[in-house]
Every structure is written in structure tokens, then in C-alpha cells.
């Protein structure tokens, strides 16, 4: 704990990812004072026809 | 905000998930006030095989 | 199933969440073909020193 | 109600995941006196690069 | 990891949910193979007054 | 989106949240790419007697 669990639509490559949940990670550690290894990140891919914004698909905007 | 989060069976057709991604954000606007840009609907479709009730998967259910 | 999770600003009425959840369950009914039954809807009510846009939180906006 | 939801890693055998349904499922009846078809259980297999500790993905540990 | 949601209605005691996750733990370590202490449980006790079935909430059913 | 869960134990002060939305936010702007009004952070504050780890409430702990 804190366990943090992320949405974001699919397609970040392995780099980005990597990049991301040790940035996350530091941000916690620095800011509520956790040890690293107690945190924890889970990233939740979600495809733009499963995730809507004002009743449309993302995949049926524009 | 609101977000909302369903978790219902694989399987659903294209044009349901759109449907119901409509239905469900007017149904918000209307009885929470809620601006439609500001609803988000997240879809995740379980597997039988992932989701059980009473103690048994539902890929062994009949 | 489908189980639906709402999260929303706290302050909403009784009148307000009954009459969202009626709505809501009937939009699932109607677009998915789900029994009411079926349905579960969780509402969670967020503070707004607990919801951050823009890595502010609401309760400090404006 | 109550619902319970599990995030693992991936790789389980269908035999694993039906033994464990089960077993939290009794659990579950016998400390909570809930009846056990107002159980669900959901399953969410999360890969190794979708989880990380210490600010490293797993499938980068080791 | 496995990391363990629960929801379901408040009321319980102290004692109940002390052996509810004992309970659900050990069902964990002894079906998936985990260690004890990789195992997170977390209770989330809702009212009955936010969670609906059927469209009604529970608090407004009987 | 993203969306950004946080399950923490309570206790943390307004400052903290402050600066911690704030950072993980800041995190993510960087590494994803996101633009910051597109972030959301949601903090669950969870006691210490709703959060067991290896079957023990950490308000049993110790």
C-alpha cells in the first residue's frame, strides 16, 4: 500500500510503461513518504470501444 | 465525473455496447444533472471462465 | 451481472440516487437485454478533496 | 453481495481457478453467514508488464 | 499480489471481518499456491442506501 | 484519462494529498504524454482495519 491502479487507452509501448509506473512510483514515495517497495502499480489497457466520453465510443469519435 | 465502471459478459455486438454507452450517459444527465461531457463509461467484458457465483464459474454452470 | 460502478461528487439527494439507479437499470435492461434482476449498481460518493483534475483537487479549484 | 474481486497474475490452470472460486466462496458463507449465490466472485488476470512494484514492472524483475 | 476486493454491506463485526479475511486468505494460500503475506484483502462496506438491485435500492426494498 | 485510482490508508493530510496529486499527475504528463486536464486522480482512503495482509488486519498488527 498505496496500490495504484491506472485506465488508459491501449497502446503505450513497454518503454513508455516502464518509464511511467517508476515515475509514479517516486511521485508517491516523495510526496507520502512510502517506501518503494510497498507501492504498488497495475496498469488496466482499455480499447476505445470500451471506454466512452458523452455517450460515444471512443472509437466513433471524429 | 461521474465515472462508470461495468463489468457484464463477453459477447456483447458492437452496436449494443453503443447503445447502451447512450442510454446509460442520457440516463446520468438526466437524473444527476450532469453535463454528457463529463460522464466517462468504461465496458470491461468478463469471461465465463473469470466470473462466478454461488462457488461456481459460470463456463461450468448447466 | 452487469455490475455497475458510479463514481460521483458526494451531495446528491435521496430522491436523486433512487431515481438514478431506476434510470440507469432500465437503460441496461433495455440495450443489453440484462433481466433487472441481474443488475447491480454501487454508487460511491467522492469528496472533493478527494478527486484531483489536472493534478489539482476539486475542492481547491476556484 | 458480496462481491469480490481478484486481481492475480496471469497463468493459472482452469483447475486453480475453480478450486479457488470455490474455497473463497465457502469462506466467505462461513464467516460472513452470507448465502452462497449472493457470492460473486470476478477473476482479473494481469500480465507481468502490467504490474509493478518498487517502480519496476514484473516481467522486468530478476 | 493476489490482491482481494471486497464489497459488500456494512454492519459486520470486527470479529466477523477478522475472520472473514483470515478465512479468505488461507482459502488463497491454499488454492493458488500465494504466500501468506502476498496476499492483500481489501473491505469496502457499502450502505444500503448505495447499492441497488433491480433498480431499487436496498434501503427503499421489502 | 487516465484514470488514476489510489487506495492508501487514512492519515494522509491535506498537503500531502495536495502535493501528491499534484506530482503523480506531473508523472504522468511526462511519461505518457497526456495532457494534464485529461488526468484524474481519485484517493480511497482505506482504514486500517478494512486492509489485511497475509490474513491479519493491520489494525491487528503488531
Given at each position: 500500500m498505496p496500490t495504484i491502479r491506472v485506465e488508459m487507452f491501449e497502446g503505450r509501448t513497454d518503454e513508455q510503461k516502464k518509464d511511467f509506473v517508476k515515475a509514479i512510483t517516486e511521485a508517491t514515495v516523495q510526496t507520502l513518504?512510502?517506501?518503494?517497495?510497498a507501492v504498488d502499480v497495475l496498469l488496466f489497457e482499455i480499447k476505445r470501444s470500451d471506454w466512452a466520453t458523452g455517450g460515444v465510443l471512443w472509437s466513433d469519435r471524429k
Open positions: 513518504g512510502s517506501s518503494p517497495e
